[in-house]
T-cell receptor, first 113, second 112 residues
Framework: DAGVTQSPTHLIKTRGQQVTLRCSPK?????VSWYQQALGQGPQFIFQ???????QRGNFPDRFSGHQFPNYSSELNVNALLLGDSALYLC????????????FGEGSWLTVV | GENVEQHPSTLSVQEGDSAVIKCTYS??????FPWYKQELGKGPQLIID?????GEKKDQRIAVTLNKTAKHFSLHITETQPEDSAVYFC???????????FGKGNQVVVIP
């Protein structure tokens, strides 16, 4: 049973560029959430997708956007990258958007230079 | 929104001793409290969770207790081993939205 998988594992981007991160949820899960984890901090909720729609959003600017595909996989897009966007981006999945256990992937390390 | 705080930030214990990490939360509507273990360079791994209709839950050497009145919950690790060394995060959510609010994490160091 494959867990939550994310790609790429590491990437380096230049300030002002755009980045796309990808996530496949754990088998049987239909809800995907994205979190940003800065060094030495706890993960911060970005947004959640269920039935291909953004259901909830944390306190992140519109530069952060996402998408969920019919097979439940998801993408996180960040435009106009800032140095402060450097972080570990975590994808989490669950079955349904309420009341169920949440599992995380290993994350994508983004460095903005 | 929910605010979760963890104490202490760093905890060093001798191998074989117990470790306890305490978290407090602010939102009385929160009713789901998971604990995650994160090793260097890896994603958070769920180790135990508790829902608000239960006061205590145990899984081998790990247990979690919940005090809803005081709005705090604690992770207990007994007979610590070197492989328990990691950063531990507590989190809270309202079961209705699966949106987790995390604490800042506790670095646990088990000294052989």
């Amino acid at each position: 049973d494959a867990g939550v998988t994310q790609s790429p594992t590491h990437l380096i981007k230049t300030r002002g560029q755009q980045v796309t991160l990808r996530c496949s949820p754990k088998s049987g899960h239909d809800t995907v959430s994205w979190y940003q984890q800065a060094l030495g901090q706890g993960p911060q909720f970005i947004f959640q997708y269920y039935e291909e729609e953004e259901r909830q959003r944390g306190n992140f600017p519109d530069r952060f956007s996402g998408h969920q595909f019919p097979n439940y996989s998801s993408e996180l897009n960040v435009n106009a990258l800032l140095l402060g966007d450097s972080a570990l981006y975590l994808c989490a999945s669950s079955w349904g958007f309420s009341g169920n256990t949440i599992y995380f992937g290993e994350g994508s390390w983004l460095t903005v230079v | 929104g929910e605010n979760v705080e963890q104490h202490p930030s760093t905890l060093s214990v001798q191998e074989g001793d117990s470790a306890v990490i305490k978290c407090t939360y602010s939102d009385s509507a929160s009713n789901y409290f998971p604990w995650y273990k994160q090793e260097l360079g890896k994603g958070p791994q769920l180790i135990i969770d508790i829902r608000s209709n239960v006061g205590e839950k145990k899984d081998q050497r790990i247990a979690v207790t919940l005090n809803k009145t005081a709005k705090h919950f604690s992770l207990h690790i007994t007979e610590t081993q070197p492989e328990d060394s990691a950063v531990y995060f507590c989190a809270a959510s309202n079961n209705g939205n699966n949106r987790l609010a995390f604490g800042k994490g506790n670095q646990v160091v088990v000294i052989p």
